[in-house]
C-alpha cells in the first residue's frame, strides 16, 4: 500500500509510526511532517487539494490519513469523491457536511438533542440577540461557559467563574470578533462538573472499532491550574474507564452517534474522538472531533499492537468488523515539553538537546524543524512528546521524566504532575 499522511504535529507522529510499522505499507509519505517524522516516512510539502490530488495520482497513492481536522472541515473527502481519478483512493477522514461535528458547535449540538445523546443543555447567539444570550448566561449556575461555533484551533471555548465577565466575553466574541469568523456563533453551555476522558472510534459508517481511551491534561501549570492549551500529557487506559462505564459510553454515546449519522444520511468514515465528562459514573458528551485527538494519540498509539493500514483497508470496503484489534494491556503515559511563555508569546528556535541520550521511550517530534547544519530547533509552543510504556502508571511516568531529564533547549517547560490525579 502507497500512503499519504497530512499533517505535522504530534498527533501525526504517533501515527506515522504505526503506519510506518506495518507490513502492508509499501511506500509512505508524510505532508509538510518534521524532522523527527523522517524516520518513518519521506517528507515532501503539498499545498492545497489540487497539489495533493496530482501528488496521489503521481504516486499511486492508496491510503490519504488526515491528521488535522482543518482539511476536513474544508471539504478534502469531498475533493477525492469527486474526481474520477481520485475516487478509489481510501480517504481517512469524513466528507464535509460530517466534518461539521466538530467544525460547528452548534451543528453538534442539535445533532446530539435530536438522538438524546446526553451532553450539557445549551442555546446559540449571533450578534443579534446578544442580550437573549446574556438572559441565557442568568438562568446558568456559575461557572459559564462559552464556545465559539467554528475553528479556533483550540482556543475557543472559555470557562467564566463570574457573570459581569460572561456577558463581556459575549460581546467580546460576537461584536468584537475574539476569535474571528468562528465566533459569529456562540454556543453557551451548562458547566457539567466530573472528569473529562477522551474515547475514539474508527468507523466505515456501519461498524465501528472501539480504540484505547485516554485522558488528557489540558491547562498549563501544575494542579490543572492556568490557561488552557492543546494539551500537556496524556494517560492511557484510564482507571475510572472500566466495562461498566465503558458500557455506558458504547449504548448511550457511541451507538446512537453512528445510528444518528446514518439516519441523517451522512456518510462518515475515519475516526471520531468523543471529548466525554465522568459525571458521577455517567458520561457526557462535551465535544466531537473528526480526528484524534494530541496529545492522547501518543499514548493510544503506543498500546498499538495491530496493523492500522488493514484496518485502514477494511474501513474502505466497509467491512471494519472483519478487523481483530489487539491492544497492550500496558500503561502509556506522555508528557510534552513545551516552550517558555506558551501558551501565549513564546520564542522559536532553540536548539534542542539530548535527544540521542533517549532510552525505552518514544518521542514524538510536534514543534521541530532543522537548521542549516542539521540541528534540531524548535518551532512551536508544544515541542516533543516524550511516551514509555510500562507495567503500571508510576514505573511509565517515572520512564517519561527519567528520559525529559536527558533532554534540553532554552526555556522548555513541562507538567511535572501528569498522571497524579488518578493516583488518588
Known amino acids: 500500500m502507497n500512503i499519504l499522511l497530512l499533517g ?46 496530482s501528488f496521489c495520482q503521481k504516486e499511486k497513492i492508496d491510503i490519504l490519513v488526515v491528521g488535522p481536522e482543518q482539511p476536513l472541515v474544508d471539504g478534502i473527502g469531498d475533493y477525492f469523491s469527486e474526481q474520477e481519478s481520485l475516487k478509489n483512493i481510501i480517504v ?5 457536511v460530517a466534518a461539521q461535528l466538530e467544525g460547528s458547535k452548534d451543528f453538534s449540538k442539535d445533532f446530539m438533542f435530536r438522538y438524546n445523546i446526553p451532553t450539557a443543555k445549551y442555546r446559540t447567539f449571533t450578534k443579534d440577540n446578544i442580550q437573549e444570550g446574556k438572559d441565557f448566561l442568568r438562568t446558568l449556575q456559575a461557572p459559564y461557559v462559552l464556545k465559539a461555533d467554528g475553528l479556533a484551533a483550540g482556543k475557543g471555548v472559555l470557562i467564566l467563574n463570574s457573570l459581569s465577565e460572561a456577558e463581556e466575553e459575549l460581546e467580546n466574541m460576537l461584536k468584537n470578533e475574539k476569535f474571528g469568523k468562528a465566533s459569529a456563533k456562540v454556543v453557551i453551555e451548562e458547566y457539567l462538573s466530573g472528569v473529562e476522558c477522551s474515547v475514539f472510534v474508527l468507523t466505515d459508517g456501519d461498524n ?15 494542579g490543572d491550574t492556568g490557561l488552557n492549551t492543546g494539551g500537556m500529557g496524556s494517560i492511557s487506559p484510564v482507571p475510572f474507564c472500566d466495562k ?9 454515546i457511541i451507538q446512537p452517534t453512528i445510528e444518528g449519522l446514518k439516519k441523517d444520511k451522512i456518510h462518515y468514515q475515519g475516526f471520531i474522538f468523543f471529548g466525554l ?3 458521577k459514573g455517567d458520561p457526557y458528551v462535551i ?9 492522547e494519540s501518543e499514548s493510544v498509539f503506543a498500546r498499538f499492537d495491530s496493523d492500522i493500514v488493514e484496518a485502514f483497508e477494511l474501513m474502505g470496503k466497509k467491512e471494519l468488523d472483519k478487523y481483530q484489534l489487539k491492544i497492550s494491556e500496558k500503561t502509556a503515559t506522555t508528557v510534552m515539553l513545551c516552550s517558555g511563555g506558551y ?6 528556535g532553540k536548539i534542542i538537546n539530548g535527544l540521542d541520550k533517549v532510552q525505552n521511550a518514544i518521542v514524538y517530534h510536534a514543534g521541530t524543524k532543522k537548521d542549516n547544519e542539521n540541528n534540531i530547533l524548535t518551532n512551536g509552543g508544544r515541542v516533543l512528546a516524550v511516551t514509555c510504556l510500562a507495567d503500571d502508571m508510576q514505573q511509565a511516568l517515572n520512564l517519561c521524566y527519567e528520559n525529559i531529564n536527558k533532554i534540553s533547549f532554552d526555556k522548555m517547560y513541562y507538567r511535572k504532575d501528569i498522571g497524579k490525579d488518578l493516583m488518588k
Open 8 to 53: 505535522s504535529g504530534g498527533r501525526e507522529s504517533a501515527l506515522a509510526r504505526v503506519i510506518a510499522n506495518s507490513k502492508r505499507t509499501e511506500h509512505f509519505f508524510i505532508s509538510s511532517g518534521n524532522p523527527g517524522m523522517e524516520e518513518w516516512g519521506k517528507c515532501v510539502s503539498l499545498n492545497g487539494f489540487e497539489e495533493i490530488g
Open 92 to 96: 481517512v477522514g469524513p466528507n464535509k
Open 208 to 222: 465501528y472499532i472501539l480504540l484505547p481511551e485516554a485522558k488528557d491534561y489540558k491547562r498549563v501549570g501544575e
Open 244 to 252: 461498566t462505564f465503558m458500557q455506558k459510553v458504547e449504548q448511550r
Open 277 to 279: 465528562m465522568n459525571v
Open 287 to 295: 465535544e466531537y472531533n473528526v480526528r484524534m485527538g494530541d496529545p
Open 343 to 348: 501558551p501565549e508569546n513564546y520564542e522559536k
